[in-house]
């Protein structure tokens, strides 16, 4: 790993964390609990389609890690992890397929894996299957915080395109 | 690489977003499933009741307490012990805090479906 790509993702990561962070101060509550804007995927996405997917995977879990520690809530961790490998792993599948111009559909696609994937431990940890009833809100929430998030993502990547990164 | 038109895109989305508003209106309409409140004293099960099924509010008695069942909710509605504490916490309806009655040894507590609050904390 040169310096030039490690110094990239440790900058982006410190972004990512500092975005997590301030979120969380934000009482942002939308009608439905649990539901969040989730702006540090923002610089998860611009990771991906600037520099490469093993860097978008590493800025994702130093700040879901790094996230959960000066956030306090450990016991978020579970479900950010389970959210953010799930999400991760939807992204990677969907950026191959969609270009730079797509990202607010990658975005989308991402914001319901992370939903789902929370919504999986959910179910896990309360040994109920009763919270797939909120299944269809949550989908609901991805689409319009997914294209948001992506929109942001996609317009910031067609502006830093020339920098070099990697 | 395989190229997704926007077109396509935009309706898978549309679908799935009518897909889930569907689903929420009909989960809402639909009747839901049973609501079981249980009335224990001095840990014997004394009263089962279905808090869906209630259409009329009743009292029931108990040796020192009074229990209001009504629709989806339940509540301690008198009780002869000195600090009232149960009769203070009002009404449940999901199955996060039960209601004690420490000195009648009296305990409702809701059984079944549980409200997605019980974890999320906010």
């Known amino acids: 790993m040169n310096i030039r790509r490690l110094t990239s993702d440790a900058l982006l990561s410190v972004i990512a964390l500092t975005i997590f962070i301030v979120e969380a101060q934000i009482p942002l509550t939308f009608a439905v609990p649990g539901v969040k804007l989730g702006l540090s995927n923002i610089v998860t996405l611009i990771t991906m389609y600037l520099l490469s997917k093993k860097d978008a995977g590493a800025v994702l879990f130093i700040r879901i890690i790094l996230g959960s520690v000066f956030s306090g809530n450990t016991m978020a961790l579970l479900y950010s992890i389970a959210g953010g490998a799930l999400s991760y792993a939807v992204m990677c599948l969907a950026s191959s397929t969609l270009s730079e111009k797509q990202i607010w559909a990658v975005s989308i696609f991402s914001a319901m894996a992370h939903n789902m994937g929370q919504l999986l431990v959910a179910a896990l940890v309360m040994r109920s299957s009763a919270v797939f009833a909120y299944t269809p809100v949550l989908i609901v929430a991805a689409i319009f915080v997914g294209a948001f998030t992506g929109l942001c993502a996609q317009y910031t990547v067609l502006r830093l395109k020339n920098l070099r990164l990697k | ?122």
């Open chain 2, 1 to 122: 690489m395989k190229k997704v038109s926007n077109r396509r895109l935009i309706a898978i989305l549309a679908a799935l977003l009518v897909i889930s508003l569907a689903w929420m209106v009909l989960a809402r309409v639909l009747p839901r499933g049973a609501l079981i409140a249980e009335v224990y004293v001095d840990g014997r099960l004394v009263h089962t009741a279905d808090l869906n099924k209630v259409r009329e509010a009743y009292v029931l008695e108990l040796p020192h307490n009074k229990v209001l069942v009504e629709h989806g909710q339940i509540s301690m509605c008198e009780a002869d012990c000195p600090d009232h504490l149960c009769v203070k916490q009002g009404k449940i309806s999901g199955s996060a805090y039960p209601i004690v009655c420490l000195p009648n040894k009296v305990i409702i507590r809701i059984v079944g479906k549980s409200g997605v609050d019980a974890v999320s904390g906010r």
